[in-house]
């Protein structure tokens, strides 16, 4: 299998492990087509395409550079004919977009709310990482509308908020059915959480077992 080529900015927001871990996190029966939330450069929607050949997707970011970025890597890795990537802001894909047209909806949203730790000065990281452009209900809202019945929602957050999390996915009927912490080392506290929901499932939840990374270690 030919690398993945990633075009990403010098300067502003750069992809991290949580992209890898996200797009590893898709479960084996995807259903297509699938949307990613605020794709960025593109780089969870292009791994989870190499995972699976004859997925169609759409990638959505706000941002312009990121999105000619996005549409420029979707092009070197040779899936311009079943990935696109559109500007758009996610409050909005209601107007755009008819309901439940998604088999697959994954998103890494800002995990932070306004007024909660220090915002960075660079506006593509402050936007990524603190809720200027959309909120998590936003993004849930969005989600819900996107997804078929039984849709499947995929996402990554921070443990702190997860007791939120739940309960707005509850309150929208996307009923968590995956759930897995990841943790920096075997004696630290989980540091991300990976969810996967359902629209309109009644499974009960599997919390899986944590995840330790080691980052920097060759």
Not at 27 to 55: K, N
Not at 82 to 110: E, K, Y
């Amino acid at each position: 299998m030919l690398p993945l080529t990633l075009h990403q900015p010098a300067q502003g927001y750069r992809f991290s492990l949580d992209a890898f871990l996200l797009a590893d996190f898709v479960p084996p029966d995807l259903q297509s087509p699938m949307m990613d939330l605020g794709t960025g450069c593109g780089v969870v929607a292009l791994l989870v395409a190499r995972r699976f050949p004859h997925l169609r997707l759409v990638g959505v970011e706000l941002q312009t550079s990121l999105v000619r970025m996005a549409a420029r890597n979707v092009v070197e890795n040779g899936v311009a004919d079943r990935a696109a990537m559109i500007q758009a802001d996610i409050r909005h894909l209601p107007s755009l977009f008819p309901a439940g047209v998604f088999g697959t909806v994954v998103c890494n949203p800002p995990y932070r709310p306004v007024g909660h730790g220090r915002l960075n000065a660079h506006p593509e990281k402050a936007m990524a990482r603190h809720e200027l452009a959309v909120t998590l209900t936003q993004v849930l809202e969005a989600a819900r509308h996107l997804l078929c019945h039984h849709g499947v929602l995929v996402l990554i957050y921070h443990p702190a908020r997860l007791a939120e999390l739940c309960a707005q996915l509850d309150a929208m009927c996307l009923r968590p059915r995956r759930l897995r912490f990841v943790h920096p080392a075997p004696d630290a506290e989980a540091s991300m959480v990976l969810v996967e929901a359902v629209r309109g499932g009644g499974d009960a939840l599997t919390v899986m077992p944590p995840l330790m990374i080691a980052e920097g270690v060759p």
